[in-house]
């Protein structure tokens, strides 16, 4: 299932999420024109290692905000734009520019700090904007709970568009999430299943304690 677009209009435009997603393509397309030596060291420096950071926190820290920039390719990163663009606009509408970006930005360093918690003598660099993204999706779920996503749905050879309430398909995602991340070992490469939840949970702890814009 792929979702499309949702049924839930803003009253603002929302500068901030497409500013996010700007800075996110700027980033990548700057790190593919690196050569590989100087790739590794760009990755080295602004990514999260749990290793490094826990070795000397004080200098490591800004990672935890920089890795959420970074992606490892170009799926990567139009995955999390598209989600970004979808769930993020209706957010930032009840919040206002600043009060979202500050709730994108600390969902996404709960997300990697979570993560390099359970590992932290990884030498694995932790980057992608997914962290932030979950906790974007937590505050949708817990704030447009019955607005309707527009989703794709494959099956073998049928393919059809149906109308699911963000309750039930948010609900599913962050279910197959915590499965995933109980079922891998985050000590390995690979997808960080459990910034995910963490993320997700960051979400919809800290969207209540801010205050909507009044206008």
Not at 44 to 61: G, I, K, R
Not at 143 to 167: N, S
Request: aromatic content about 12%; glycine content about 8%.
């Amino acid at each position: 299932m792929f979702p499309l677009y949702d049924d839930n209009p803003t009253r603002h435009t929302p500068v901030m999420t497409y500013t996010l997603i700007a800075v996110c393509v700027v980033v990548f397309f700057a790190q593919v024109s690196l050569d590989a030596p100087q790739l590794k060291l760009f990755i080295q420096t602004w990514a999260v290692v749990p290793q490094e950071l826990f070795n000397n926190f004080a200098d490591e820290m800004i990672t935890l905000v920089s890795s959420q920039f970074l992606h490892g390719s170009l799926l990567h990163l139009a995955g999390n734009m598209w989600f970004l663009w979808l769930f993020g606009n209706n957010l930032e509408d009840i919040l206002g520019r600043g009060p979202f970006l500050f709730f994108y930005l600390l969902c996404g360093v709960v997300a990697a700090f979570v993560q390099a918690v359970v590992t932290p003598g990884s030498a694995i660099p932790l980057i992608g904007a997914s962290g932030a993204i979950a906790g974007i999706m937590g505050g949708y779920i817990l704030r447009f709970p019955q607005a309707r996503i527009h989703t794709l749905l494959i099956l073998v050879i049928f393919v059809t568009v149906i109308r699911i309430p963000a309750v039930v398909y948010l609900g599913f995602w962050i279910a197959l999430e915590t499965l995933r991340a109980a079922a891998v070992n985050p000590g390995l490469p690979g997808i960080a299943y459990l910034a995910h939840v963490a993320g997700f949970v960051a979400g919809v702890i800290v969207l209540p304690v801010l205050p909507e814009r009044r206008d």
